[in-house]
C-alpha cells in the first residue's frame, strides 16, 4: 500500500468515525436535550508545526457536527464555509473543498506547517486562501 492509498484510507476512516458519532449522538436527542445543545460551534485546529507532526481537531458537539456537514457537502462537490469559535469567543470561518490538484510529492499546494525551519518559501505554491471565493488572506 502505497502512502496516496493510506491516506485516502485515514480520510475514509476518519470519516466515518465522525458520522457514527453524529448520528448516535442525534438518535439520543429528545426535546429537552436538544435545547441544552444551544451552544455556539467550539473547534479547536492544532496543526502541524512541522514534518509528520500529528493534527489534533477538538471541538464541541455544535462544531464538530457543523465540520461533519461541512466535509459531506465537500464530497458532493459543493464548497462550504462554516463559522465556528475557539473558547475565548473569537469566530473564525472554515473553508471546506475538494480540490485534486493537490498531490503527493507533485506540490501546488504550500506546506501548512507553521515552524520557521518548515514553512512554505516556494514562489509559485498555491495558498488555500487563494483557491476559495470569500476566503480572507491569512496574516
Known sequence: MNILQLFGLTIIVLFVFFSVLVLMHTKKKTPGIQKAHKNYPLIHIFGQ???H????????YEGIRDLYFALTEA??????????YVNDGEG???YVKIDDRISLHE?????PYSA?????NREDAIF?????????KAD
Do not use: C, L, S
Open 49 to 51: 508545526r512541522a514534518f
Open 53 to 60: 507532526d500529528d493534527v489534533f481537531i477538538v471541538g464541541n
Open 75 to 84: 464530497m458532493q462537490g459543493k464548497e462550504e464555509v462554516i463559522p465556528v
Open 92 to 94: 473564525y470561518n472554515i
Open 107 to 111: 506540490g501546488h499546494y504550500a506546506v
Open 116 to 120: 520557521d525551519y518548515a514553512a512554505e
Open 128 to 136: 488555500p486562501w487563494t483557491q476559495v471565493a470569500g476566503a480572507d
